[in-house]
Antibody, heavy 120, light 108 residues
């Protein structure tokens, strides 16, 4: 059964760092691009970062560029998001999501999410 | 920046048909996808490539496309369909994922 399980969320002060992880199982991880998508409380969905299947290409939303770093370890079937210089508006549930097999980028499987709260 | 526009809310009675629209200039060129999100849960894909339904999604969910507007249709709405629905596509170049603002479906 295909699964993505996020971890690492919590409460952190502004300006500090946090590292999220996404453990995957049930599929060949190294075949798929993976995204981080976030959702602020009561708000809509926003893509944050994308990493290609082999880690050679990485893309970021303007709102996190220069502060967040996405990475993957295909030997361990895991994805990470290093978040530095956190701001209150980074408060959100963070989901990892698998990119589906279509010409247009979209998501066929989502994790359950991990909550990040940035507050003093 | 590119945007997808959805109505904030739609309300229907049980057994009726709900239609949720999503408008965007790039939709004639890029496929649209629809996700259902219930409170406290992760989004679930209900329609892909404008009108295809993933396995396990009830037949009452369907999608269509016409020009710059795509539509999610839920026929014979049930109480369990009450949720937020998000359309998603990409910009013209296909480089960036874009989500609509979401539509809250209320089953009266």
């Amino acid at each position: 059964q295909v699964q993505l399980v996020e971890s690492g969320g919590g409460v952190v002060q502004p300006g500090r760092s946090l590292r999220l992880s996404c453990a995957t199982s049930g599929f060949t991880f190294s075949y798929y691009a993976i995204y981080w998508v976030r959702q602020a409380p009561g708000k809509g969905l926003e893509w944050v970062a994308l990493i290609s299947y082999d880690g050679s290409n990485k893309y970021y939303a303007d709102s996190v560029k220069g502060r967040f770093t996405i990475s993957r370890d295909n030997s361990k079937n895991t994805l990470s998001l290093q978040m530095n210089s956190l701001r209150p508006d980074d408060t959100a549930v963070y989901y990892c999501a698998r990119e589906g097999p279509w010409v247009t980028s979209a998501f066929d499987i989502w994790g359950q999410g991990t909550m990040v709260t940035v507050s003093s | 920046s590119y945007e997808l526009t959805q109505p904030p809310s739609v309300s229907v009675s049980p057994g009726q048909t709900a239609r949720i629209t999503c408008s965007g200039d790039a939709l004639p060129k890029q496929y649209a996808f629809w996700y259902q999100q219930k409170p406290g849960q992760a989004p679930v894909l209900v329609i892909y490539k404008d009108s295809e339904r993933p396995s396990g999604i009830p037949e009452r969910f369907s999608g269509s496309s016409s020009g710059t507007t795509v539509t999610l249709t839920i026929s014979g709405v049930q109480a369990e369909d009450e949720a937020d629905y998000y359309c998603q596509s990409t910009d013209f170049s296909g480089s960036y994922v874009v989500f609509g603002g979401g539509t809250k479906l209320t089953v009266l």
